[in-house]
């Protein structure tokens, strides 16, 4: 994916002011205008403009945009920072899901309009329908507002309770973006799920003539774990056993999110197979399940004993892995 310099797009300083983004959009789109430029490129060139004047128009996506750095150049390969968003307090609540129904202003060669989907996918990845720009408007009153919040999955078993020191985008009376940062404490239950908000209220937007003051939704994200991968409240462990305790059986100890608990491998286990912990997931109403996937861990055949031992099984052990005619 590359990267998009949207101040180069529009031939601006990376100072400008609004009035500035505005007059240079204006410039291009009429030099640029589909419907009556004669460029060959027009089409492209203005779908570019509109990309570029989506973002830098916004306080809130210019400023998450700056926050990137000026380092970056055009056709750069970009990747997006796994914590984007994380800090920032937006306006609206989060909506979540894919891009549809999501449009921009914007005229295309058919007079019609450009889908946000017709953007760059670069724009897609930092701005599009599952970014935290995504929000809707707020009600009557404040606007409500949004963050993200990054939590472990030890935190999402037991709670937790966080200050977060979020920056909110201002416009100056000169146009130019400013972020102002506050900081806020929340307490997150415990069997808090992935996407899951946390509400404050009155913590959103103050309301003016006397309105009430919007909602601060907090959107928690569950940070990958090293050991458990989760799926709704359902956690899964790969777990080493050696052959002998996947052909006989045997009572072992494995680690689930509440602590160490024993747990039986039935005689003639496979390697992949799942065996289900009830109630050992996140909590909730009902609770999740914990399930241990076995992988069977092979000795190696590192000294005289270990290849004498994997000789005996190969004469006196009547198996062909490959006589099932798996492919």
Request: hydrophobic residues 35%; without cysteine.
């Amino acid at each position: 994916m590359e990267f998009q310099d949207y101040y180069k797009i529009l031939g601006l300083e990376r100072s400008a002011n609004a009035d500035q983004i505005k007059t240079a959009y204006r410039r291009l789109a009429r030099k640029y205008h589909p419907d009556v430029s004669k460029e060959p490129d027009a089409e492209a060139r203005f779908k570019e403009m509109q990309e570029a004047y989506e973002v830098l128009r916004d306080p809130e996506k210019r400023a998450a945009y700056d926050q990137l750095g000026s380092e970056w150049k055009s056709g750069q390969q970009f990747h997006p920072p796994p914590d984007w968003g994380s800090g920032f307090e937006f306006s609206g609540r989060p909506a979540g899901g894919g891009r549809a129904g999501r449009r921009r202003a914007g005229a295309s060669a058919g007079g019609g309009t450009f889908a946000e989907e017709d953007f760059s996918d670069f724009f897609s990845s930092l701005f599009g329908g599952g970014s935290p720009f995504a929000g809707a408007t707020g009600r009557a009153g404040g606007r409500d507002h949004h963050a993200r919040v990054d939590i472990t999955l030890e935190e999402a078993y037991r709670g937790t309770s966080r200050t977060l020191e979020l920056k909110r985008p201002e416009v100056k009376p000169d146009g130019t973006v400013e972020l102002h940062s506050h900081t806020v404490r929340v307490t997150i239950p415990a069997g808090v799920t992935e996407g899951q908000l946390v509400r404050l209220a009155g913590q959103g937007e103050p309301a003016t003539g006397g309105g009430s003051a919007g909602d601060l939704y907090l959107e928690v994200h569950i940070l990958p774990d090293r050991s458990f991968t989760l799926e709704n409240r359902d956690v899964t462990l790969t777990f080493p056993v050696a052959p002998w305790e996947a052909a006989l059986g045997a009572s072992v100890t494995v680690p689930t999110l509440g602590g160490a608990v024993e747990m039986r491998i039935p005689p003639g286990a496979q390697s992949g197979q799942k065996l289900r912990l009830r109630g050992r997931g996140l909590p909730g109403q009902p609770p999740g399940d914990q399930y241990v996937q076995l992988k069977v861990v092979l000795p190696r055949a590192d000294s005289a004993e270990a290849k004498a031992i994997y000789e005996q099984m190969r004469t006196k052990l009547n198996f062909d892995p490959r006589a099932s005619g798996a492919r």
